[in-house]
DNA sequence: TTGTACGCGTTATCAA
DNA sequence: TTGATAACGCGTACAA
């Protein structure tokens, strides 16, 4: 079955194309008697607009890209659905492009797409978001862009976050209020910022209440499960034991809880467990995880907006910063 | 910075834009050296041949569509993954059409971005490979697309799938070998073709080993978490507890453990449990879950690599079964 | 308020 | 082995 063209509906409705393309894109000056026509031609032959032919066409594609690398599925997966949520309103179609495995051919595959694709737009998320040399090239292109978490503001690109120093204080400030003060933390990947504004917002509030930075023992892990079971096991072989543990996310958070098991620790009577993301995992364990939100399908959300308003042309604030929350499960309890 | 465009390539060559295009499509009949010319004016330009453009006016436009429905994160993200990784092999572009959320306006949906996108075909995952409608619909349009593990042979597109029930038969058999005679049973969502697959194996194995089908337990899930400790709730509240629960996916598995460590009852001395796929959460658990591993990125590498053959005109298999094997972890030991 | 003619960057036809 | 030129389906000047 051949597709409709624009030429089938203008010979349907008894009207000319630009008239059909003045009614597809909601220009004014159209008689309402004309409009109500080419409309219900439309229906009519059921017609799609083809996207490729407008992109041509016109300057716009109606599309734009969502650049991500690994984390993890639930991050992946909840960026795609804020951002599929906000394109599905909008009318707009969202290119994903992973840069999952790509090593430094990165930069190379960013710019491919976006010259082949003709996106109108990308929104970045981290860690790519943070990768300078990208952001530098990006701009050179004149690509419009909206970054997520990004670890500057060298650009003038507007930014989406959340303040993870804050809610790594509270998480601390949380824990300490419980009783604890030997609180162990596993670090994140230094090269996220995030997790560097974790550790910072740890021990800025460790400080604040006054406690000895020397019974603060940091693990560094690699925001992975295993990463996490094996700090775990580093600071319960310690002599003086930590009575919690606050992991810089939730993966880390889970291969805590099996070490603790391993060794027959209770959690929490014996040890408190606190994680960061309130992923999937965190209601999936035993016990479930006390952990932050990050509203990170919001996030997406806001980004694919700002991104969207941006290619119209609007004004945009340069800083958007979503709330985060506590979310208190039965992993976290006074020490013993 | 404008776009390089043919026309600029072709003037560096010093050829016309027809040899250019023949040297980008790999086209037979150009001599050696004005390829090599035209190649080096690509890269010294840096061209990207537009994507609308050669839409537009070749019939093909190296794009195709992978169509799925939540399932899980996990899920979602091991199959974009295999298709990314084929589709980056091929140069081939891949959107993502989601229809989560998307209720009975899915059929309308899908059609549409298939007309939109001009899509030169789809890879369509389960559930939505078994919505008999839609696939009727696409037939009708014409439409060309692989689909994964459906329920039926009733179209003549190629399918990929995996044993399910030979899969759970071997579970099954795995469990009674150790040793287990009372064998409960989670049940997936009914109308998920691969539920019912696995729900047939168990049954039929345990009639192989003659088990009296009265100490067969099945409780119903929904493949969510909670549905899975429910259902084991109920089981072990039962005056006969089984030995073992068997879960159709890992998700219900996990809810399983939880269920266990509230109750106190220890995994796997006294409760061996078993899940189904291999996602991440198999491996995340305490104890880690012994399971099937379902070869899900495989499967839509596979799929995605028969749907670009079709596309190019190419015979391809009617039926593709990719392997799957049990992966055996901490959670399943000889009853007590 | 509506329509005509041209161009977007490719591929395809056919001639050279 | 190559090239001129016409599509592809739509948006945009500009004219009516």
Redo the contacts with the bound molecule.
């Keep these: 079955m051949a597709?409709k063209?624009?030429?089938d509906v203008a010979a349907l409705a008894g009207?000319?194309?630009?008239?059909v393309?003045r009614v597809?894109?909601f220009e004014k000056?159209?008689?309402p008697a004309?409009r109500e026509r080419v409309e219900a031609a439309m229906a009519e032959l059921n017609y799609q607009?083809?996207l490729p032919?407008?992109s041509?066409?016109?300057?716009r594609s109606n599309l734009i890209g969502l650049v991500y690398e690994n984390p993890s599925a639930n991050y992946v997966f909840n960026v795609q659905s804020g951002a599929i949520a906000k394109c599905r309103d909008l009318g707009i179609r969202l290119f994903l492009q992973s840069c999952n495995d790509l090593g430094d051919r990165l930069i190379e595959e960013v710019l491919a797409v976006v010259d082949q694709t003709h996106v109108d737009g990308l929104v970045i998320t981290p860690p790519v978001s943070a990768n300078h040399e990208l952001i530098r090239s990006l701009d050179a292109r004149g690509v419009t862009f909206v970054r997520m978490a990004p670890d500057d503001f060298i650009h003038g690109s507007p930014v989406v976050e959340m303040d993870d120093e804050a809610a790594a204080r509270e998480m601390t400030a949380y824990l300490l209020a419980l009783g604890h003060r030997r609180i162990g933390f596993i670090a994140g990947r230094p090269d996220h910022y995030s997790s560097r504004l974790r550790l910072k917002g740890f021990r800025e509030e460790m400080r604040a209440w006054g406690i000895d930075p020397d019974s603060e023992c940091v693990e560094q892990g690699v925001n992975d499960h295993q990463s996490g079971l094996e700090a775990t096991r580093r600071m319960l072989a310690n002599s003086s034991r930590p009575t919690a543990i606050f992991a810089s996310n939730d993966d880390m958070a889970a291969g805590a809880i099996v070490a603790a098991h391993e060794l027959g620790v209770d959690i929490p009577d014996q040890l408190s467990i606190a994680g960061f993301d309130d992923t999937q995992v965190a209601g999936i364990v035993w016990p479930t995880l006390t952990t932050i939100h990050q509203p990170v399908y919001d996030m997406a959300f806001a980004a694919t907006g700002l991104l969207i308003d941006l290619i119209k042309g609007l004004e945009v604030p340069p800083v958007t910063k979503l709330g985060y929350h506590m979310v208190r499960r039965a992993s976290t309890a006074p020490p013993a």
Tied chains: 1, 2.
């Design positions: 597709r063209t624009i030429d009207v000319s194309i630009k008239t393309s597809m894109n000056g159209v008689r004309t607009p083809s032919a407008r041509l066409a016109g300057g």
